[in-house]
């Protein structure tokens, strides 16, 4: 383990006037400290913030705030987003363990670093450890990697199942900071590699996630988070579907619909979503859009396997959100 120097913060501005070059904010650091062992992450300084008052979850314009220390398992559990928001339970108790829930926390959920196997092993090169060293995944083992918004920089992918709920949902996040406080858009928070794969977020330096705020729109009639992965326990997902609809009898009022698994960060197609408002609730409607959403894809050596499993968990996630039946009280298998 490398040398650091730890700071207690008592305040958000304690916390903020703390961080500098090197510096990380820990919490839970379910993700942080695996990334120190490994040697990815060798920060000169650990802010701690677990003692900031952030671990609330409050009634906010209609919907609910999450405190940034809220743990994973306090939201799952919290009566009102198991009423209101199920998608968001659903997607949280589809992830980890019951002993990583009860350490995670919200803030920390969102900023996971994508998952890559050569990001992890700090012997090998990678544009996200150290920019411009390549990206051996282009070409190399890339199984579990991206099919949507890569660049020739980086195809790694973002590995919440809490974010994919998050973003069907457009959830806010509220941030403070050097230059004071600011509300993101959740679909603004993540961003693609592009020509910078080592940024993550659109944090800017020295910010820190203080909430999430849930919009009064849960969904939680017709809604389903679907997780494909190689075992059923433990283990990210090779795609991952959360599906909302809003419904007028069998016609499609609002839809929203997220993947995991298959981007460098939560992925969404607003123009299919588009599509769907509307039209009937059926098979058709949903293959049609399946159709659409993964005619984008750009597949990798090893990986145009999630092209076809991608389209069928779409159609799957829209039938269960259609029908009421999410993925914890169905038995369906794809067809």
């Excluded at 020739?152 to 457009?170: G, K, N, R, V, Y």
């Amino acid at each position: 383990m490398n040398r650091f120097e730890y700071v207690r913060a008592g305040t958000v501005a304690e916390a903020v006037s703390a961080f500098g070059a090197g510096a990380r904010f820990i919490a839970g650091g379910t993700n942080l400290i695996d990334l120190m062992k490994y040697e990815v992450e060798k920060p000169g300084r650990l802010i701690d913030i677990t003692q900031l008052p952030l671990k609330g979850i409050e009634e906010k314009d209609g919907g609910l705030r999450l405190g940034a220390l809220a743990t994973n398992a306090a939201v799952a559990y919290d009566s009102r987003v198991a009423e209101r928001y199920p998608l968001l339970r659903n997607a949280i108790l589809a992830g980890a363990s019951a002993q990583l829930r009860n350490a995670a926390t919200t803030g920390g959920n969102l900023l996971q670093r994508t998952r890559c196997y050569y990001f992890y092993d700090a012997g090998t090169p990678c544009n996200k450890r150290e920019p411009g060293s390549g990206c051996p995944a282009i070409g190399g083992v890339n199984r579990i990697h991206a099919i949507f918004g890569t660049s020739d920089q980086c195809i790694a992918t973002h590995p919440s199942d809490m974010c994919i709920a998050l973003a069907a949902l457009e959830a806010t996040v509220q941030v403070s900071g050097p230059e004071g406080d600011r509300s993101i858009p959740f679909a603004e928070f993540h961003r693609l590699p592009g020509n910078e794969p080592e940024k993550d977020t659109t944090l800017k330096p020295g910010e820190i996630v203080v909430a999430v705020d849930l919009p009064e729109q849960g969904f939680a009639q017709n809604f389903t988070y679907l997780k494909l992965r190689d075992r059923l326990s433990y283990a990210f997902a090779l795609v991952s579907v959360a599906a909302a609809l809003d419904l007028d009898g069998d016609t499609i009022k609002t839809a929203r619909l997220a993947l995991g698994g298959v981007a460098h960060k939560p992925w969404r197609n607003t123009q299919a979503e588009a599509e769907l408002a509307g039209k009937p609730a059926t098979r058709e409607t949903f293959d049609k859009v399946a159709a659409m959403i993964v005619a984008e894809a750009k597949p990798q050596s090893e990986n145009g396997f999630k092209i076809e499993l991608a389209r069928r968990a779409i159609v799957r996630g829209l039938e269960q959100a259609a029908a009421g039946t999410p993925q914890s009280l169905s038995d369906k298998r794809i067809q």
